[in-house]
């Protein structure tokens, strides 16, 4: 099956802070892709959609200023933590799909990455 | 937007049959995705349905009826590493509920 890749699995950084997370289709081409965030024993809170070459789509009460995302090419959508503090710390997963009539239908997850806001 | 209905948690036994549903309310609609989640792991896909009626894939299948929004997910022959829990998300903007955290005992 399909891979999306997440780098990095996991991150400690200091208060005030910005941290990088990639996010990467393997294996085929993704025009949108999803971040979402998870905080212990609760689902998945869906955060933004990523969209090739135009502006995320943010959920309500997500903010824009402090969760930047870039989804420059088919393959690579980014999400940075701008200024992190401890109440960011959580487990950060991106989701995508191959493009219209391409050879997936399903939705694929990267692995995760755990940040750690001290 | 949408809502996704899913009841909280259950509970079955190694073995058995276990039915986890789960309803939706979209303003659009084009598939509804079924995953796994283990603690502290993403999601794995389980299944995709588009169009009414039961997919089968091997122990689990998957149910969807579109004029109800609504569909199930069917685990047959349940094992301990079953335990885990259960999502479903429409296609179309691909949010979540608070999933079914199902727990298999012996």
């Known amino acids: 099956g399909a891979v999306v890749s997440q780098h990095p699995s996991w991150v400690i950084c200091k208060s005030g802070t910005s941290v990088k997370i990639e996010c990467r289709s393997l294996?085929?081409?993704?025009?949108?892709m999803f971040w979402y965030r998870q905080f212990p024993k609760q689902s998945l809170m869906l955060m933004a959609t990523s969209n090739e070459g135009s502006k995320a789509t943010y959920e309500q009460g997500v903010e824009k200023d402090k969760f930047l995302i870039n989804h420059a090419s088919l393959t690579l959508s980014t999400l940075t933590v701008t200024s992190a503090h401890p109440e960011d710390s959580s487990f950060y997963i991106c989701?995508?799909?191959?493009?219209?009539?391409?050879?997936?239908?399903?939705?694929?997850f990267g692995p995760g990455t755990r940040l750690t806001v001290l | 937007g949408q809502n996704i209905d899913q009841p909280t948690e259950m509970t079955a036994t190694e073995g058995a049959i276990v039915q986890i549903n789960c309803t939706y309310q979209?303003?659009?609609?084009?598939?509804l995705f079924w995953y796994q989640q283990h603690a502290g792991e993403a999601p794995t896909f389980l299944s995709y349905n588009v169009l009414d009626g039961l997919e089968e894939k091997g122990r689990f299948s998957s149910f969807l009826s579109r004029s109800k929004g609504y569909s199930y997910l069917l685990l047959k022959e349940l094992q301990m590493k079953d335990s885990a829990s259960y999502l479903c998300a429409v296609r179309d903007d691909m949010r979540f509920g608070a999933g079914t955290r199902l727990t298999v005992k012996p």
């Open positions: 989701s995508a799909r191959d493009l219209p009539g391409g050879r997936y239908n399903e939705q694929f």
């Open positions: 294996d085929f081409q993704a025009t949108t």
């Open positions: 979209t303003s659009g609609f084009n598939g």
